[in-house]
Every structure is written in structure tokens, then in C-alpha cells.
């Protein structure tokens, strides 16, 4: 496990997030987030038969939802999995695989470092 600063991360997080079509800005939470309730059930992977079955309940507002779940509940944030990878000019990028609604979270909770895994 390895530690980074949260603004750097930042500096890669897209905004908007897209989740199946469904986008989510930073903005769109902060408006939102004392309205909805908090979403314990964690976004099923996409080879999930559930989520294709019950794919309409995955809208704004459950993510949204399953945000404000980490915020309320930091001890529950794991590791992001993320992927390091250079640009044509030898620039570092960096993409999510997987821990959008936790780094939000990390975002929102004002955190200066959050841990990450490295998927090869």
C-alpha cells in the first residue's frame, strides 16, 4: 500500500465522473449530499449480472448516496486502485480503476493524503 497527496490525485480525477452513462461533478455533490441518504452497498463490477438487472437504481443520487457513505464512515475507505502510466512526453498519468466514490469522499472530507494500491 502506498500514500499520496490528495491534491495531486486531484490533479487526475476527472470531473465529471461517469459511472454507465450516469455523470456526477464535484459541484452536483456538494448541492446534493444533505438530501440524500447514504448508500452502504458497494457499485457492482461490470460483470455483475445484478447491476445489468437492476441497472436503473444506479442514478445520481445513489452515487451520491454511496459518497456520503464514505464520508460518514472514513474507516471504511480501502485503497484505490489505481494505474501509473506516461504520456507521449514522458508525463506521468494516472487513471482510476477503481475507488471514484471513496477518493470523492477523500476530496470532500478535506483529507491531505489517501492510500492507493497499484493495479499492474
Same mark, same amino acid.
Given at each position: 500500500?502506498?500514500?499520496?497527496?490528495?491534491?495531486?490525485?486531484?490533479?487526475?480525477?476527472?470531473?465529471?465522473?461517469?459511472? +454507465?452513462?450516469?455523470?456526477?461533478?464535484?459541484?452536483?455533490?456538494?448541492? !446534493?449530499?444533505?438530501?440524500?441518504? @447514504?448508500? @452502504?452497498?458497494?457499485?457492482?463490477?461490470?460483470?455483475?449480472?445484478?447491476?445489468?438487472?437492476?441497472?436503473?437504481?444506479?442514478?445520481?443520487?445513489?452515487?451520491?448516496?454511496? &459518497?456520503?457513505?464514505?464520508? !460518514?464512515?472514513?474507516?471504511? &475507505?480501502?485503497?484505490?486502485?489505481?494505474?501509473?502510466?506516461?504520456?507521449?512526453?514522458?508525463?506521468?498519468?494516472?487513471?482510476?480503476? +477503481?475507488?471514484?466514490?471513496?477518493?470523492?469522499?477523500?476530496?470532500?472530507?478535506?483529507?491531505?493524503?489517501?492510500?492507493?494500491?497499484?493495479?499492474?
Amino acid at each position: 500500500m502506498y500514500y499520496i497527496e490528495v491534491e495531486k490525485l486531484k490533479q487526475h480525477f476527472p470531473n465529471p465522473i461517469c459511472w +454507465d452513462g450516469i455523470t456526477v461533478t464535484t459541484e452536483d455533490v456538494i448541492a !446534493n449530499i444533505e438530501h440524500i441518504k @447514504e448508500i @452502504e452497498e458497494p457499485f457492482p463490477y461490470q460483470w455483475d449480472i445484478e447491476k445489468f438487472l437492476n441497472h436503473h437504481k444506479y442514478n445520481k443520487e445513489w452515487h451520491i448516496g454511496r &459518497i456520503k457513505y464514505f464520508i !460518514n464512515h472514513p474507516e471504511k &475507505i480501502e485503497p484505490l486502485e489505481l494505474i501509473f502510466e506516461k504520456d507521449e512526453n514522458d508525463k506521468e498519468k494516472i487513471k482510476f480503476y +477503481d475507488g471514484c466514490h471513496r477518493f470523492f469522499a477523500h476530496i470532500l472530507r478535506n483529507d491531505i493524503m489517501c492510500c492507493y494500491e497499484i493495479k499492474p
